[in-house]
């Protein structure tokens, strides 16, 4: 198990920094910084970014061959996607910056710290139900 976790950390770094290129681009694009259409934003770049991983952790960090249920994966992204969103949403819009920290830069602390929340739910739920043994 410590050997996958590492994996779907690695997995999980690539997925990252695919994940704040796109919601980076999507704000840059849209110039928003907070509110509802923030978490319309989030939720493109989680989206896309989950895809990625699916097949990264279908092939590598767990290595299943046979199908592998997309419709179990998808669920417990959505989950994740959820409560990535929500923390990065609530942070954004409610939480005023701290130290004077730019609108673009709090935003990306909101995503780091929803990434890293919403990382551990992923792992446990594509561990013991998506790609169980």
């Known amino acids: 198990m410590k050997k996958q976790f590492v994996k779907f950390f690695i997995v999980g770094i690539v997925n990252t920094g695919l994940d704040f290129i796109l919601f980076n681009f999507l704000i840059w694009l849209t110039k928003i910084y907070q509110g509802e259409w923030l978490g319309l934003l989030n939720f493109i770049a989680f989206s896309l970014a989950t895809i990625n991983s699916y097949f990264l952790n279908k092939f590598w960090t767990f290595k299943k061959k046979e199908s592998s249920p997309f419709l179990k ?37 909101a995503k780091l710290l929803a990434i890293l929340i919403s990382m551990c739910w992923n792992f446990i739920g594509y561990k013991f139900w998506v790609f169980q043994k």
């Not at 669920?75 to 996607?81: A, E, V």
């Open 73 to 109: 994966f998808f669920l417990i992204s959505l989950i994740g996607c959820a409560i990535n969103t929500s923390i990065v949403y609530y942070i954004a819009t409610f939480v005023s910056p701290f130290f004077n920290v730019s609108q673009l830069l709090w935003v990306n602390i």
